[in-house]
């Protein structure tokens, strides 16, 4: 079971906003590590999106943004397009735990 | 531009060793910049990092591996490598190696480039 907690799917037709949250604690989230996000199409290697946050690497498309606030995050995709389907995960440092955590994971699906 | 390339074998025995290589393109292993990770994604689940190497030597381990899991560099081939001993079926998963970067603190931080991963089965 993922420390940190996504909603298994979400969907929306190509144009639309999406957003996907990821909900932690106070030992990860909460105890103020930073988020980051992960684009990850099965088979091949999975690709930063967001680090820090809310900061998008070179090359990220402006449609992927993010926020945190308190003990959860989200990501958010505006102007969806078929090219975003794809499996997303929150990730971020869990003092408990003494380790790297990543979310559940949320398979996002362009309608 | 940073290539990781996973290499081992697909197919393990129970209670023996799995080793996996990761032969680093672009930076060196041995900077001061970067953490070499590996995680793994067990199939139809979420990822799960296992542990990192950083230049000086200093590894971290996940708790509930770090019985079983090591994790070493060879400079010379710029590559990293992962041991993880006594396997079992529950170690089948895709594993991947990771460029780790660090925050303003110098603290290991997220993820900025993966390999494809390997598939690696643990099974008589």
């Known amino acids: 079971q993922s420390v940190l907690t996504q909603p298994p799917s979400v969907s929306g037709a190509p144009g639309q906003r999406v957003s996907i949250s990821c909900t932690g604690s106070?030992?990860?989230?909460?105890?103020?590590?930073?988020v980051h996000w992960y684009q990850h199409l099965p088979g091949t290697a999975p690709k930063l999106l967001i680090y820090?946050?809310?900061n998008r690497p070179s090359g990220v498309p402006d449609r992927f943004s993010a926020s945190k606030s308190g003990t959860s995050a989200s990501l958010a995709i505006t102007g969806l397009q078929a090219e975003d389907e794809a499996d997303y995960y929150c990730q971020s440092y869990d003092s408990s735990l003494s380790g790297y955590v990543f979310g559940s994971g949320t398979t996002v699906t362009v309608l | 531009q940073v290539q990781l390339q996973e290499s081992g074998p697909g197919l393990v025995k129970p209670s023996q060793t799995l080793s996996l290589t990761c032969t680093v393109s672009?930076?060196?292993?041995?900077?001061?910049?970067?953490?070499w990770n590996w995680i793994r994604q067990h199939p139809g689940k979420g990822l799960e990092w296992i542990g990192y190497i950083f230049f000086s030597g200093n590894t971290h381990y996940r708790p509930s591996l770090k019985s079983r899991v090591s994790i070493s560099v060879d400079t010379s081939k710029n590559q990293f490598s992962l041991n993880l001993g006594s396997v079992t079926a529950a170690d089948t998963a895709v594993y991947y190696c990771a460029r780790g970067s660090s925050d303003t603190s110098g603290f290991l931080s997220y993820f900025d480039d993966w390999g494809q991963g390997t598939l690696v089965a643990v099974s008589s």
């Open positions: 106070s030992s990860n989230i909460g105890a103020g590590y930073d």
């Open positions: 820090g946050n809310n």
């Open positions: 672009g930076p060196s292993v041995s900077s001061d910049s970067y953490y």
